[in-house]
């Protein structure tokens, strides 16, 4: 392994550099997005009660998710893998976390992960075992995973990217969301490591797993770099994780400021990435249920239209054998020519309500499974 270029300091990150400002940036447009689509949720009744009903479920069921990573991991505590728990502490005091979130350790399988929740008011935060195996227990790296995962909660992203949820559908605007949110975790784990090469290995490990210490981190960074074009531009676009080379890059980029740098993307990458992503499956359905609903109400205005005709025609008929009786016939023409008018509002009324149904049915189950 080559001599890494860095000191152990975590460079010009401070305590009021943590946040990346893009993550407030996107914050602020997803939630006045957000805003303006939960109010049509609550002006549609329906709206409110689908919404209701879905955000129950998932408390339900993340509640018993959360118990079963309770009763079947281990509790981090000051008597059980003390060393493990002194830098979870340690980590929360320097990042300023009041109080300190339960800490579990996860055994799946050989996966590399570490991940924050919140269920019922309390946070946890769970290592997966393979992670403490490869980094050491009080190492600097598992103080970034730490610190990356007390990033989230002392930042609320949970909380934030619920309500946050109806904004989120839109194209790109989401993951933008995201990978900022994580750009900011990773400043949080770098600052909770104090140690940069430190940070910039722990990131490696999960692209190389335990070969990282054989990695040269460096280069890995200038990989980010050097391999650019059309199809790692799209691929930047769709993803929730800004790519592992460039995590390391904003990492280095605070000891080194030409790595703070951020690359153009091609441009034909945006068209692609806001048609082509993992949403899609969700925009075909709400593109579905849209047309289904228009074309619904466009059989019921036609086949009232027909009716009132058709009712129409009768009265002219039985008037034309009763000449006399033309003048009432002619005004008579009003009312069922009223008919397919009244119709139309009647049929539009009903599109708001069907509408409405279906985004927060759609939207809801995104947000709790987020988590
Ligand atoms: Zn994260």
């Known amino acids: 392994m080559e001599t890494q270029p860095l000191a152990s300091q975590t460079g010009t990150l401070t305590p ?3 946040v990346n400002p893009r993550e407030e940036t996107y914050f602020y447009i997803l939630l006045v997005l957000s805003i303006f689509i939960w109010a049509c949720v609550v002006i549609s009744v329906v709206g409110i009660f689908v919404v209701l009903v879905l955000t129950i479920a998932a408390w339900f069921t993340h509640g018993l998710l959360v118990a079963r990573l309770r009763s079947e991991s281990v509790l981090i505590t000051p008597q059980q893998y003390p060393d493990l728990h002194a830098s979870f502490v340690e980590s929360c005091q320097r990042l300023g976390l009041d109080k300190v979130p339960e800490l579990y350790l996860l055994q799946h399988g050989g996966v590399l992960n570490a991940f924050a929740t919140r269920h019922a008011g309390r946070n946890f935060v769970v290592l997966y075992s393979s992670f403490v195996e490869a980094l050491g227990a009080n190492s600097p790296m598992i103080k970034f995973l730490m610190g990356h995962e007390i990033g989230h ?9 619920v309500w946050l949820t109806p904004g989120m559908i839109f194209p790109l605007l989401g993951e933008a969301y995201h990978r900022a949110c994580e750009a900011t975790c990773d400043r949080h784990g770098a600052y909770a490591a104090d140690d940069l090469p430190a940070s910039m290995l722990a990131l490696t490990v999960l692209a190389s797993g335990r070969e990282a210490s054989n990695v040269n981190t460096q280069y890995f960074a200038d990989q980010y770099f050097t391999t650019r074009g059309f199809f790692v531009s799209w691929h930047e676009l769709i993803i929730n994780y800004p790519t592992l080379s460039q995590r390391v890059a904003q990492i280095l980029g605070f000891a080194d400021a030409k790595y703070a ?10 068209i692609c990435a806001l048609f082509f992503s993992a949403k899609n499956i969700l925009y075909i359905y709400l593109a579905v249920v849209a047309v289904s609903i228009l074309i619904s109400l466009g059989n019921q205005v036609k086949a ?16 034309a054998n009763a000449p006399a009786a033309q003048a009432p016939a002619s005004s008579d023409q009003s009312a069922p020519a009223s008919a397919p008018a009244n119709s139309i509002p009647s049929a539009a009324a009903q599109m708001p309500s069907s509408a409405d149904q279906s985004a927060p049915a759609t939207n809801a189950p995104s947000s709790s499974g987020g988590h």
Request: hydrophobic share 30%; no cysteine.
């Open 16 to 18: 009021n550099n943590l």
């Open 304 to 319: 009232k239209e027909a009716a009132a005709a058709a009712q129409l025609q009768d009265n002219s008929s039985s008037d």
């Open 153 to 161: 909660l002392r930042r609320k992203h949970l909380t934030k990217k």
């Open 261 to 270: 740098k951020r690359p153009g993307r091609n441009p034909l990458a945006y």
